[in-house]
């Protein structure tokens, strides 16, 4: 089967990978424009394009998917299908008619739960036991269209939302490869997404990352984990600066009780918050590197009762 094949990131090249690999030809790979680095001029191109160009796959990179060239490229291909994984733009009708059996997106969700942008963040903040992935045939709707096959993962207490976003690409890839093959076959039956169960999955924002430490600690813990490595939770220092943080561990019975005051207990920084404390893994004041807590709590000489977040 003629496959194009679209994404961005690097949880996409798994199913990329996965796709070149099988009896399908990928005739062409479309992905977001080469990005600018924080620092500096350079042009940087997306992990799924340095994968395509090393398999020596023509890429396609529109500003704009919607623009009525890219579509007429995407028709001229005369593709049987297309595949997406976090591709980061919307694709409109004319677009979704431009291939013979339609573009079947791989969702890291058990839809209809987590439609939307952040789906694998969303549901660890939520304190979700059990996600998965979805393959469906997009439609207009975000994350609305007709599933074509499903499989479940469970989430570990000690997931961040990197580690369950890497293994969910890792086991998703042999699912797009099944579904897209079992629709060449004409094998599976599209089901309508159930009208019960619905939640949305919006990107987080740098307020959904700040973390407020009169929350319970399971909830700070897993806001924490929802927010590593991006956008990276943060708080106030002492002395108004921000910081990052790395995930932090509950500590049952522990003395400290003032949310956000923090003290060392046993070579460990606890910080209070509405219930028990947490203890902090590491710590990136702004402007520098990561560094252990206890690293941290040690150069910074903090005064007795010191607190992290507002006042």
């Not at 998917?65 to 297309?82: G, K, P, V, W």
């Not at 291939?99 to 304190?127: D, E, K, Y």
Request: net charge negative; with cysteine.
């Amino acid at each position: 089967m003629r496959l194009i094949f679209a994404g961005t990131p690097d949880v996409a090249v798994p199913s990329l990978e996965a796709l070149v690999a099988s009896p399908h030809e990928v005739v062409a790979v479309v992905t977001q424009p080469d990005a600018r680095g924080r620092r500096g001029r350079a042009l940087h191109p997306s992990p799924v394009k340095q994968a395509a160009e090393a398999h020596g796959i023509p890429v396609l990179d529109p500003a704009k998917a919607s623009a009525s060239e890219f579509i007429a490229q995407i028709a001229a291909l005369e593709a049987d299908a297309a595949a997406v994984v976090a591709y980061g733009q919307i694709l409109r009708p004319a677009l979704l008619a431009a291939t013979r059996l339609g573009w079947v997106n791989l969702h890291f969700s058990l839809l209809p739960a987590w439609r939307g942008a952040a789906p694998v963040q969303r549901a660890l903040m939520a304190g979700d036991d059990l996600t998965g992935a979805t393959t469906f045939l997009l439609d207009e709707g975000m994350d609305t269209g007709p599933v074509l096959g499903v499989l479940t993962e469970r989430i570990r207490v000690t997931d961040t939302a990197g580690t369950l976003l890497e293994r969910l690409a890792r086991v998703g890839a042999p699912l797009l490869v099944q579904t897209l093959s079992g629709l060449e076959a004409g094998a599976l039956v599209p089901e309508p997404q159930p009208a019960d169960g619905v939640s949305y999955a919006a990107k987080l924002s740098r307020e959904d990352a700040y973390v407020r430490w009169d929350r319970p600690a399971h909830v700070v813990d897993r806001q924490v984990r929802g927010c590593t490595p991006a956008p990276g939770a943060w708080t106030t220092l002492p002395d108004g600066q921000t910081a990052k943080l790395g995930p932090v561990s509950p500590r049952v019975g522990r003395s400290v009780t003032v949310p956000g005051q923090m003290s060392l207990v046993e070579g460990e920084v606890l910080v209070g918050t509405g219930t028990e404390p947490v203890a902090l893994s590491w710590i990136a004041p702004a402007g520098k590197k990561a560094m252990d807590a206890d690293a941290w709590w040690r150069g910074a000489r903090l005064p007795e009762g010191a607190a992290l977040g507002e006042a």
